[in-house]
Antibody
Framework: QVQLQESGPGLVKPSETLSLTCTVSGGSVNSGDYYWSWIRQPPGKGLEWIGY???????TYNPSLKSRVSMTLDTSKNQFSLELTSVTAADTAIYYC????????????WGQGSLVTVSS | QSVLTQPPSVSGAPGQRVTISCSGGSSNIGAGYDVHWYQQLPGTVPKLLIYANSNRPSGVPDRFSGSKSGTSASLAITGLQAEDEADYYCQSFDSSLSVVFGGGTKLTVL
């Protein structure tokens, strides 16, 4: 079955760029059947969708984060990545990657999550 | 402020039935997009509980059920058990091309 695993620095300084990678096993990011999503959850708070990327490289981002978000795909490593620029303490959260079938579908499975703290 | 509105908390005694509502609008649930539900046990990853309004993934007990009507959806849990104590989130899609979540509901089993 498909499994996802996030990786990246756990601590990022304010104003810098947060970078995370999600490695997919048991399936291919090059599949035209799925989108690959990022979701975050600040400590003690709810879920916020960040955006997703399709196998073609096309992306859709949450309008509230669009100016700071970038997602890419590396089919040779079966990975997809997230970059969030100009981070502040408000970006401290657990970041999850997940698989999505596209507009209106559900997110499943999810990675285990990666806690990123923004602090100097 | 979440696009989908859920009650912050609900509670019930073991064996009872509880429902969690998820209210949206004409650009998401009311536009015909499906609603999905996730269960997040304390300290764990959100888990898909109900998909496409009323369907249970394999392994989810039939004590959990979902429904959708108009611009709202509901999750019902019957025969409440202590292990059901968790946060529950609804999710849909918005015509602004965004995946949207509810703010989450904390279920307490008394």
């Amino acid at each position: 079955q498909v499994q996802l695993q996030e990786s990246g620095p756990g601590l990022v300084k304010p104003s810098e760029t947060l970078s995370l990678t999600c490695t997919v096993s048991g399936g291919s990011v090059n599949s035209g059947d799925y989108y690959w999503s990022w979701i975050r959850q600040p400590p003690g708070k709810g879920l916020e969708w960040i955006g997703y990327i399709f196998y073609s490289g096309s992306t859709t981002y949450n309008p509230s984060l669009k100016s700071r978000v970038s997602m890419t795909l590396d089919t040779s490593k079966n990975q997809f990545s997230l970059e969030l620029t100009s981070v502040t303490a408000a970006d401290t959260a657990i970041y999850y990657c997940a698989r999505d079938k596209g507009s209106g579908y559900w997110l499943d499975p999810w990675g285990q999550g990666s806690l990123v703290t923004v602090s100097s | 402020q979440s696009v989908l509105t859920q009650p912050p908390s609900v509670s019930g005694a073991p064996g009872q039935r509880v429902t969690i509502s998820c209210s949206g609008g004409s650009s998401n649930i009311g536009a015909g997009y499906d609603v999905h539900w996730y269960q997040q046990l304390p300290g764990t990853v959100p888990k898909l509980l109900i998909y496409a309004n009323s369907n249970r993934p394999s392994g989810v007990p039939d004590r959990f059920s979902g429904s959708k009507s108009g611009t709202s959806a509901s999750l019902a849990i019957t025969g409440l058990q202590a292990e059901d104590e968790a946060d529950y989130y609804c999710q849909s899609f918005d015509s602004s091309l965004s995946v949207v979540f509810g703010g989450g509901t904390k279920l307490t089993v008394l």
